[in-house]
C-alpha cells in the first residue's frame, strides 16, 4: 500500500503511561558511515543516545566487502569505546556458507553475542527474485542454525506486519516466523508501519500461530515524508492518509517539520504503550534529536534514571 492509503485513524498523543507501566526499553539501529563526515555523524548520535542505556544498538549489513567491513568496524568501537550493547546484522544474500560463517567468526572475536539474521534482498533489488548462493544459506532459519554452529549468539529478526513484498500472504510470513524461532531466534523486530492496529492484529495473528518470542515495534522518524512514502510503498508498509495531510506544505520548512516528525514519532508510541507495548526499536537514521526527545517523553532519562512516566 502507499500513502493514499485510506486509513485516517491519528494515534491520540496520551500524557502519560498507565501508573502501572512496567519499565519501557528501547533499542537503537544505525548504519554504517560511508565518509568521515558520515562517520562524525554517526558517533554524535551514539554519545547522544548512549546515556539512555538502551538494550541493544544494533548496526546493518550491506552486500558487498567494504560495507561488511564497514559494519564489522563500527560494531567493534562501539565495543571498545562504550558499555552499549551492539548487535551486527547479517545477511546471507549472495555469500557462500564459508563467507558468511567467517564474517560470524569476525563477530565473535570481536566481542559480539547479538546477530540480528536476514535473509537479505535478492540481487538485483526488492522486486527481482530471491536466488540463494549455490553454496549459500537458503533461508533465514538456514543462516540462524549456521549461526548457532559458530557460537553462542543472542539471534533477533525480522517481522513484517503488513507482510513483506514477496511473501504470498502474511500466513506464509508468519510460518517463516515460527521457523525462525525453531532454528533459534528470540526476538522479532519488525518492518516500520504508522498504523497500530495494523501491527496489534499482526502480534494476535503471531500469538494465535503459537509464537511467543517478543515482536518488537519498529520505529521510524519521519524526516523527509515524500522519501518515507516512498520508501514504505517499496517495502509494503501502508501510511495513513492522515499522515500525509500532517507534512503537507512543508517540503521547505525544514524546522516545522521536525517538530511535525517528533510529534507523530512520539503518538504513535504512546499509543503503543497505552495498548501495553513496553519495548520499542527506533530506526534512528544516525540522528538522535528526535529518538531522543521521544525516548525522554517516555520517562527515560540518561544514565538509568526514570522519570515520572517510566514506571517501574
Ligand atoms: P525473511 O523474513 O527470511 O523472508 C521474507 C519473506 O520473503 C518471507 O516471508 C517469504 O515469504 C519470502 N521468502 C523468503 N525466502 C524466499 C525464497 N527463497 N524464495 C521466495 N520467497 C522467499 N537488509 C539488509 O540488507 N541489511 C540489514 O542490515 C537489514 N536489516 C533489517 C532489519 C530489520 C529489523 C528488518 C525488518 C529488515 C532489515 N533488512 C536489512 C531488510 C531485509 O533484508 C529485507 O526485507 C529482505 O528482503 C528480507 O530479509 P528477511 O530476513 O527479512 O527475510
Redesign the pocket.
Known sequence: MSASSQSTTPQSISPQPAASASRIHVSFEFFPPKSPKMEETLWAAIERLAPLDPDFVSV????GGSTRERTHATVARILRETRLKPAA?L?CVDASRDDVDAVVRGYADAGIRHI?A????PVAG?GGA?Q?HPEGY???PDLIRGIKRVGDFEVS??A?PEK?P???DLA??IE?LKRKVEAGASRA???FFFDNDVFERYVDRVRAAGISIPIVP?IVPIWDFARTAAFAAKAGASVPKVFAERFDGLETDERTRQLVATTVCAEQVFDLVKRGYRDFHFYTMNRAELVYAVCHMLGIRPNGKLGETAAA
Open positions: 546493518t549489513y550491506g552486500a546484522h545477511t540480528v536476514l535473509r537479505g534482498d526488492l530471491y540463494p537458503a533461508s533465514t529478526v525480522s513484517y513483506h514477496e511473501s504470498p506464509a510470513d517463516l523486530i519488525t518492518q519498529g
